[in-house]
């Protein structure tokens, strides 16, 4: 099992596999619009924009999950996302990424990288993971961690 036999709904509802993203390298994190670490999204948009060409996504999932920080439907996502961010990488309907009811994907991601002290839950918003070309999970990144302090853990992969 990995990244790539999983399933999720794009902020459009369309459901979609992630087998799509076969041979590239992924950033997966979980977001929110109202959160302290929003800002993170222009971090994230330029260190997409400098892979993306290079076989790279970020997949954004936004959740709800901590205090409150992502009230907002789909619709209101994507243009919190794009007015704000100029956010043009995947983004993906609301889940729970924590807990029993947690999406699948978060579930193994979860499980594949824990977190400090091997705890599997995500503690906050931004929880970042880096996998492979073969959609295997190779690392965890605190939310505090900033977008281009992952940039070299992209390179070496994209070699």
Not at 20 to 29: D, I, Q
Not at 36 to 43: C, R
Not at 49 to 64: Q, W
Not at 130 to 137: A, S, W
Request: overall charge negative; proline content about 5%; hydrophobic content about 35%.
């Amino acid at each position: 099992m990995n990244v790539h036999d999983f399933e999720a709904n794009t902020l459009r509802g369309q459901e979609e596999s992630l087998s799509k993203y076969k041979g590239k390298v992924l950033l997966v994190v979980n977001t929110a619009s109202k959160c302290g670490l929003t800002p993170q999204y222009k971090g994230l948009q330029e260190v997409y924009d400098k892979f993306k060409d290079r076989g790279f996504e970020i997949l954004g999932f936004p959740s709800n999950q901590f205090a409150g920080q992502e009230p907002g439907e789909s619709e209101d996502i994507a243009e919190f996302c794009e007015i704000n961010y100029g956010v043009s990488f995947p983004m993906y309907e609301k889940i729970n990424v924590k807990g029993a009811d947690a999406h699948p994907l978060f579930q193994y991601l979860s499980k594949e990288a824990p977190g400090v002290l091997g705890s599997k839950s995500i503690k906050w918003n931004f929880t970042k993971f880096l996998v492979d070309q073969e959609g295997r999970v190779l690392k965890r990144f605190a939310p505090q961690t900033t977008p281009d302090q992952i940039e070299e853990d992209i390179e070496k992969l994209l070699r």
